[in-house]
């Protein structure tokens, strides 16, 4: 499964990098980084929040843009009226990188998302260090201990956690270990189907104080209006605004629809 070979090429680059920067190091840097941002604030501030993802690419759709420019995807944005903005650092799947969110977090002024398959203390680290606001935490890929480990760990660091379910167990998992942001992904992530009904099913077992975030597959005004009245606060959307010729009234149209 992608998904596997995902975790494994993960594992082996922590292995890799922990032989080139010192933990101490990276403490040091995340530190001496300004002060987070409020993301879990900027979910809850609007009848529908919006987090845009800058990404160039994905394992199940191969290269979605050729002519790359994450610094003014992310200022088309924020003219769009995002709340928040997720960027895709993964390298070998998605061809993103540490670098892509330092320009992001140079060009604008609201909370950011490091998107990326986290494993360990310290990849929480190199977000915060590199201007991160908040994390994102895949049940299907983390034990209920390191799940509310890392949430914690991250808490410590003044950053917000975005927990990710598929499932109504993996959302019961989050919900155990602490989290308060729950996103409900409508990708499979074993075999990459898209399936919108994910979201009301898994919606059911998320407290009414818990964001619920929908993710994956949104792309048109009508789609947000059906999560909507599944009760999502917030949604991610990533491929539809990538492809767009006019990302900032893309994302307008779509804010719209979840206000109505």
């Given at each position: 499964m992608i998904l596997d070979d995902i975790v494994a090429r993960k594992r082996l680059q922590?292995?890799?990098?922990?032989?080139?920067?010192?933990?101490?190091?990276?403490?040091?840097?995340?530190?001496?980084?300004?002060?987070?941002?409020?993301?879990?604030?900027?979910?809850?501030?609007?009848?529908?929040?919006?987090?845009?993802?800058?990404?160039?690419?994905?394992?199940?759709?191969?290269?979605?843009?050729?002519?790359?420019?994450?610094?003014?995807?992310?200022?088309?944005?924020?003219?769009?009226?995002?709340?928040c903005i997720s960027v895709l650092t993964e390298q070998h799947f998605f061809q993103g990188s540490d670098d892509v969110l330092r320009l992001v977090r140079s060009a604008v002024g609201c909370p950011i998302l490091r998107k990326d398959f986290l494993l360990e203390e310290r990849q929480v680290l190199e977000a915060r260090a590199i201007g991160a606001d908040a994390i994102l935490l895949i049940a299907?890929?983390?034990?209920?201990?390191?799940?509310?480990?890392?949430?914690?760990?991250?808490?410590?660091?003044g950053m917000a956690t975005l927990m990710e379910a598929h499932t109504e167990d993996e959302a019961k998992r989050l919900i155990q270990a602490g989290g308060r942001i729950i996103g409900v992904n409508n990708r499979n992530l074993s075999t990459f189907a898209i399936d919108l009904g994910t979201f009301g099913r898994v919606r059911r077992v998320i407290p009414a104080s818990c964001a619920a975030v929908a993710e994956s597959g949104i792309h048109t005004a009508e789609d947000v209006r059906r999560l909507r009245q599944d009760g999502c606060d917030a949604i991610l959307v990533g491929e539809s605004l990538m492809r767009s010729s006019d990302p900032a009234k893309a994302l307008a149209e779509l804010k719209r629809a979840g206000a109505c």
């Open positions: 922590l292995r890799e990098e922990a032989g080139i920067t010192p933990l101490s190091e990276l403490e040091r840097r995340a530190l001496a980084a300004p002060a987070p941002l409020n993301f879990e604030a900027a979910i809850r501030s609007a009848d529908l929040s919006v987090i845009a993802e800058v990404k160039k690419a994905s394992p199940s759709k191969g290269l979605i843009v050729a002519d790359f420019r994450p610094t003014e995807t992310a200022l088309a944005y924020v003219e769009g009226g995002t709340d299907s890929i983390l034990d209920d201990a390191t799940l509310r480990r890392l949430f914690l760990f991250a808490e410590e660091l």
